[in-house]
């Protein structure tokens, strides 16, 4: 998947027939996706096939054929039954489903379908839980990657894009990236982490679908980041430029829906702390 920043949205990239899917799967090490088992059965769920086939190849190269059903589906497409994928409701599920965003992959639904249908109550649900935090930074940096800026084309001849265009807010898309490959002194964290979603993916708690989350936090200069490895961090453009001092009291407002996640601080939300 990738963004396609004409129109947008993200959209899948045809590789071409060439293309190894064998050798990107196992550089990534993509192989266990969903695990469901019960007493000594093992159902793998994938719904890609070039990850399906390689799972099946790690499968039986390591000798678990027997043990391990690859089943090439979307889980919510799975079945149970005497003549469904699975035999009977599964006690442990294990998924890795997750991407930068956590939810961009629909995990929130394969959680919600696979409790609802595919699980006995009282399973156990691998991961259970996780959460969100956000950050809110000041870098002209990453700003200018999202921003049109003018365009000098000769000696004195410069382009400058039209205000509109200048202001507009460009997609709402996430931008993965290694904050720590981003040089210190280019950004400024103006507030500590803030949590700003849960997640339980167990089925005690109901999962929702569209959430907002509003709060009023301090701005102050920090040096705390969240660490993070393999997932990268991403980062939200705000739709609107907020000047930010020291003490001020921003309103961060977070939303997300089945996929994705976005962020805004109102313009008028900033104020001085008396
Ligand atoms: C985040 S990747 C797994 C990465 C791997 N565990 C790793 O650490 O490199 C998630 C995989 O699960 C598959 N997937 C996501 N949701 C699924 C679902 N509901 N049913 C079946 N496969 C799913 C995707 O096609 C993808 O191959």
Same mark, same amino acid.
């Given at each position: 998947?990738? $963004?396609?920043?004409?129109?947008?949205?993200?959209?899948? $990239?045809?590789?071409?027939?060439?293309?190894?899917?064998?050798?990107?799967?196992?550089?990534?090490?993509?192989? %266990?996706?969903?695990?469901?088992?019960?007493?000594?059965?093992?159902?793998?769920?994938?719904?890609?096939?070039?990850?399906?086939?390689?799972?099946?190849? $790690?499968?039986?190269?390591?000798? !678990?054929?027997?043990?391990?059903?690859?089943?090439?589906?979307?889980?919510?497409? @799975?079945? $149970?039954?005497?003549?469904?994928?699975?035999?009977?409701?599964?006690?442990?599920?294990?998924?890795?489903?997750?991407?930068?965003? %956590?939810?961009?992959?629909?995990?929130?639904?394969?959680?919600?379908?696979?409790?609802?249908? %595919?699980?006995?109550?009282?399973?156990?649900?691998?991961?259970?839980?996780?959460?969100v935090y956000a950050q809110i930074?000041?870098?002209? %940096?990453?700003?200018?990657?999202?921003?049109?800026?003018?365009?000098?084309?000769?000696?004195?001849?410069?382009?400058?894009?039209?205000?509109?265009?200048?202001?507009?807010?460009?997609?709402?898309?996430?931008?993965?990236?290694?904050?720590?490959?981003?040089?210190?002194?280019?950004?400024?964290? @103006?507030?500590?982490?803030?949590?700003? !979603?849960?997640?339980? !993916?167990?089925?005690?708690?109901?999962?929702?679908?569209?959430?907002? !989350?509003?709060?009023?936090?301090?701005?102050?200069?920090?040096?705390?980041?969240?660490?993070?490895?393999?997932?990268?961090?991403?980062?939200?453009?705000?739709?609107?430029?907020?000047?930010?001092?020291?003490?001020?009291?921003?309103?961060?407002?977070?939303?997300?829906?089945?996929?994705?996640?976005?962020?805004?601080?109102?313009?008028?939300?900033?104020?001085?702390?008396?």
């Open positions: 998947m990738t $963004v396609n920043p004409i129109i947008g949205k993200k959209e899948w $990239v045809e590789k071409p027939d060439y293309y190894d899917y064998y050798q990107e799967i196992a550089r990534s090490s993509y192989m %266990l996706i969903c695990f469901m088992m019960r007493n000594d059965s093992v159902i793998a769920c994938e719904v890609f096939h070039p990850v399906a086939s390689c799972a099946k190849d $790690v499968i039986k190269q390591n000798g !678990f054929e027997d043990k391990i059903k690859v089943v090439l589906k979307h889980s919510t497409e @799975l079945t $149970v039954g005497p003549d469904g994928d699975l035999k009977e409701k599964a006690n442990i599920l294990v998924a890795e489903v997750f991407d930068t965003e %956590l939810i961009g992959e629909g995990a929130l639904r394969t959680f919600q379908h696979a409790v609802k249908f %595919l699980l006995e109550p009282d399973c156990i649900v691998i991961p259970s839980a996780a959460s930074i000041e870098s002209s %940096l990453i700003s200018s990657w999202n921003t049109l800026s003018p365009v000098h084309v000769a000696p004195g001849k410069i382009i400058v894009p039209p205000k509109k265009v200048t202001s507009c807010h460009g997609s709402a898309a996430v931008h993965d990236v290694q904050m720590s490959q981003i040089p210190q002194d280019k950004f400024t964290a @103006l507030t500590d982490p803030i949590c700003v !979603f849960k997640f339980s !993916f167990t089925g005690e708690k109901s999962i929702e679908m569209n959430e907002t !989350f509003i709060k009023q936090v301090t701005a102050i200069n920090s040096d705390k980041a969240q660490w993070r490895d393999h997932w990268m961090q991403a980062i939200y453009y705000l739709p609107d430029v907020v000047n930010v001092s020291a003490g001020d009291k921003i309103t961060l407002t977070a939303y997300h829906d089945e996929y994705s996640l976005w962020f805004a601080i109102p313009k008028a939300s900033n104020k001085k702390n008396n």
